[in-house]
Each structure stands twice: as structure tokens, then as C-alpha cells.
């Protein structure tokens, strides 16, 4: 079993690298938000360990920007927020459980293992629009049957116009819902919108002059 473990803390981060490798998970470990975020999306981990005090963005952030894209990998977040609200945030947020800080290895351990029991997430469903296939589950892209070989935030700004189709999506939602709090340009959603049109046809995303793009017929 693969987890991920997001903590700055680096003492806590290394404690709960050596004690989950003890119980033989192989362990990643990231230590701040934006990170953690690109590693629960593309690292093909079996759970997250996320805590909530993060750097560059918070583990709510985090959890709440997975479950919008689909992203559906068991997240236990551990905190040193110990109020009832803090927890019901969390849990709101999509977090599959909550633990205060300062816990018990064994029943952190513990926790870890009920969610890898609980039956997986519903498949997300298979996007499709103007001669475009987006299966989120698989990240295969295809055009007019034909693969496409995207990059990660390649693949996530067409996830989110083809989630949104025939609907406009302005340039602001996208870099809020792709880049979040690493970028604050604007322009990158213009590059990347370019390298989607290079991949996959200039006339499969039109540009709708002060409101955004979104996928053609």
C-alpha cells in the first residue's frame, strides 16, 4: 500500500515515515499544500495523510480541491485544530476522517486501515465532448478515437472545460481551479489553453471574447 504523507513538520513527517514503513507502506512525504495537492493527483496513492496547517495552501484546500476534480483517495487529515467546528470543516471539506494532534501511533494506524478497508469511490464518470473522450479514472484523453498524451495540468484544464460544457469557463475559474494558490498569473491559462489546441485541434476550444473558453461542438 503507497501513502502519502503531508506534513511541513519535518520531525512529525519523518516519525510518521519511519513507524508507516515499519508496517510495511511504502511512504512519500510532502511538506506543503501545493506539493502534497500534485502528488495526491497524480501519484497513484492508496491514502492520504494530510495535515491542516500547511505552507502555500491549507490541507481544507487540499481535500476540497481533490473531491472537485474527482480525485477520490481516502484522506485522513491530522491536526493540532481540535475544535468541533475544525473537524466538521474537514469532514465537509471531503476529508474521509479526522485526528487531533497529539495522537497515538496505534490508533492513527489504525484509522489508516479502516479507510483502506471501506469499499472504493464510485468510478468518476467518463467526460465527452465536441469529438473529445476524458475518462478521469484512467487519465486517457482521445480525439476523434485517437490518444492524446497531455500533461498534468494539460490534463486538468481540459477536465474542467469538459466538466463544464457547453458552458463557458472563465480564465479566473480556471486558474483558481488548476494552479490555486501557486500561480497568480493569469497568462498561464493562455499558455496552457495553446498547448491544448496544438494537441488537440485549434477549433476544439473556442476563446468567447471577456468571458473564456469552452469546448466547440
Known amino acids: 500500500m503507497r501513502v502519502l504523507v503531508v506534513e511541513d513538520e519535518r ?4 516519525a510518521l515515515r519511519r513507524g508507516l514503513a515499519a508496517e510495511g507502506f511504502v511512504v512519500e512525504v510532502a511538506r506543503d499544500g501545493p506539493s502534497g495537492l ?9 491514502a492520504v495523510l494530510l495535515d491542516v496547517m500547511l505552507p502555500g495552501m491549507s490541507g481544507y484546500t487540499v481535500v476540497r480541491t481533490l473531491r472537485a476534480e474527482g480525485v477520490w483517495v481516502p484522506v485522513l487529515m491530522v ?3 481540535d475544535g468541533e467546528y475544525d473537524e466538521a470543516d474537514g469532514l465537509d471539506y471531503g476529508a474521509d ?3 487531533t494532534k497529539p495522537f497515538s501511533f496505534v490508533v492513527l494506524l489504525a484509522r489508516l486501515r479502516a479507510l483502506l478497508r471501506r469499499d472504493p469511490a464510485p468510478r468518476p464518470a467518463v467526460l ?3 469529438g473529445i473522450r476524458l475518462d478521469p479514472a484512467t487519465r486517457e484523453v482521445t480525439v476523434d478515437g485517437g490518444r492524446a498524451d497531455l500533461a498534468p495540468r494539460e490534463f486538468l484544464v ?3 472545460l469538459l466538466a463544464a460544457a457547453p458552458a463557458v ?11 490555486g494558490d501557486a ?3 493569469p497568462n498561464v491559462v493562455e499558455v496552457y489553453v495553446g498547448y491544448l489546441r496544438r494537441k488537440l485541434g485549434r477549433e476544439r476550444i473556442e476563446t468567447v471574447r471577456g468571458a473564456g473558453y469552452r469546448i466547440g461542438p
Not at 500534485?38 to 492508496?46: E, I, L, T, V, Y
Not at 469557463?169 to 494552479?179: D, F, G
Open 183 to 185: 500561480s497568480d498569473d
Open 169 to 179: 469557463v472563465a480564465k479566473e475559474t480556471l486558474l483558481s481551479q488548476v494552479w
Open 97 to 99: 476522517d479526522y485526528l
Open 38 to 46: 500534485d502528488a495526491a493527483r497524480f501519484g497513484g496513492f492508496d
Open 128 to 130: 465527452q465532448a465536441g
Open 11 to 14: 520531525g512529525m513527517a519523518e
Open 79 to 81: 491536526s493540532a485544530k
Open 158 to 160: 481540459l477536465q474542467h
